[in-house]
């Protein structure tokens, strides 16, 4: 990389270029027919009287080349919240040239500002590339974890049983 790594927080014009990003992820993953995110909901989710994650976006040059979702979780065990990253995303042309690194280096120094006492992450067991570049800055995989999950039809469901 040439040039430096600008990481600023999202703003409300920056809907548009959000869902971009969401699509490329989706896309990577194998997910876009689970998109559902339009801007207005992302505006009362992210910009609304409660927002619910935040958003930073990566440029070279001016560029937006990534971006990383974000919120703050809790732990009962240590007793402080965690910074839990949701996305994170690079441009598939600049993978492997320091912007990820940099992304969750920004992640990580905020982690440690707002006193989390951890972050997490998710990341798809076939993504071997992200999974060796998580363990190689010494993250360590909670294999012995299940993840559940209930998507609002499946808790509207149960709610009427």
């Given at each position: 990389?040439?040039?430096?790594?600008?990481?600023?927080?999202?703003?409300?014009?920056?809907?548009?270029?959000l869902?971009?990003?969401?699509?490329?992820?989706?896309?990577?993953?194998?997910?876009?027919?689970e998109?559902?995110?339009?801007?207005?909901?992302?505006?009362?989710?992210?910009?609304?009287?409660?927002?619910?994650?935040?958003?930073?976006?990566?440029?070279?040059?001016?560029?937006?080349?990534?971006?990383?979702?974000?919120?703050?979780?809790?732990?009962t065990?240590?007793?402080?919240?965690?910074?839990?990253?949701?996305?994170?995303?690079?441009?598939p042309?600049?993978?492997?040239?320091?912007?990820?690194?940099?992304?969750?280096?920004?992640?990580?120094q905020?982690?440690?500002?707002?006193?989390?006492?951890?972050?997490?992450?998710?990341?798809?067991?076939?993504?071997?590339?992200?999974?060796?570049?998580?363990?190689?800055?010494?993250?360590?995989?909670?294999?012995?974890?299940?993840?559940?999950?209930?998507?609002?039809?499946?808790?509207?469901k149960?709610?009427?049983?």
């Open positions: 990389m040439n040039s430096e790594l600008i990481i600023k927080q999202a703003e409300k014009k920056d809907l548009p270029l869902i971009s990003f969401i699509k490329k992820i989706a896309e990577y993953e194998k997910l876009t027919h998109v559902v995110a339009t801007e207005e909901i992302l505006r009362e989710s992210l910009f609304g009287k409660k927002p619910s994650a935040e958003v930073v976006f990566g440029y070279l040059e001016n560029e937006p080349v990534a971006y990383a979702v974000y919120f703050y979780n809790f732990s065990f240590i007793g402080k919240k965690g910074l839990y990253l949701e996305d994170l995303f690079v441009l042309e600049l993978r492997g040239k320091g912007v990820g690194k940099k992304m969750l280096l920004y992640l990580f905020k982690a440690l500002d707002e006193k989390c006492g951890r972050m997490e992450w998710a990341v798809l067991d076939w993504n071997e590339s992200a999974i060796n570049f998580y363990k190689s800055l010494g993250a360590k995989a909670m294999d012995e974890w299940t993840i559940f999950r209930m998507d609002e039809a499946a808790i509207n149960v709610l009427t049983l």
